[in-house]
T-cell receptor, first 110, second 114 residues
């Protein structure tokens, strides 16, 4: 099993739609999880950290499911500007490294 | 808002040459990182650095790579003898010494080895 796994997509959704992505991780002891957004040929930008209790920021909601070892990102009321690749990042316990998933590509269509 | 900066934005070099990529992390951050991203592939961890020494490195970070914090602001990645397969985007990142260790990335240096 890969350390961090994401469906590469693309997810093509109309403006205003709700879309959700999942990301699975292999190390059950992992404690730190993040969602980043990456536009083409740009740096990853932090979207949100994922806490045990979940995390919401405007139209974005992140959840952690420890039992099934996945995190999710929900985007409500999609905007054209949400089109990007969404990266799942995990910091394995006892390490100083961050493992990135391959990313899920989202295209919001007018 | 404080940000991580990197120079140069694009570096072209010939195979076998040495390159130094430079980064200025956010000023109160204490943990620093280098990542690379080959075109069309995922972001890969290279090395983490804290208190003037390497905390962790990946299998990619072999003897041709080195990192240094030569002064209080710069953080550099040196590739001693570049290969064609070193062509990639190189991102520097830093985290604050508290909280959930959220990483903030610089805009990257695109390295092209010919």
């Amino acid at each position: 099993r890969k350390e961090v796994e994401q469906d590469p997509g693309p997810f093509n959704v109309p403006e205003g739609a709700t879309v959700a992505f999942n990301c699975t991780y292999s190390n059950s002891a992992s404690q730190s999880f993040f969602w980043y957004r990456q536009d083409c040929r740009k740096e990853p930008k932090l979207l949100m950290s994922v806490y045990s209790s979940g995390n919401e920021d405007g139209r974005f909601t992140a959840q952690l499911n420890r039992a099934s070892q996945y995190i999710s990102l929900l985007i409500r009321d999609s905007k054209l500007s949400d089109s990007a690749t969404y990266l799942c990042v995990v910091n394995p316990p006892g390490t100083y490294k961050y493992i990135f998933g391959t990313g899920t590509r989202l295209k919001v269509l007018a | 808002e404080p940000e991580v900066t990197q120079t140069p934005s694009h570096q072209v070099t010939q195979m076998g040459q040495e390159v130094i990529l430079r980064c200025v992390p956010i000023s109160n951050h204490l943990y620093f990182y280098w990542y690379r991203q080959i075109l069309g592939q995922k972001v890969e961890f290279l090395v983490s650095f804290y208190n003037n020494e390497i905390s962790e490195k990946s299998e990619i970070f072999d003897d041709q790579f080195s990192v240094e914090r030569p002064d209080g602001s710069n953080f550099t990645l040196k590739i001693r003898s570049t290969k064609l397969e070193d062509s990639a985007m190189y991102f520097c990142a830093s985290t604050a010494p508290r909280g959930v260790y959220e990483q903030y990335f610089g805009p990257g240096t695109r390295l092209t080895v010919t």
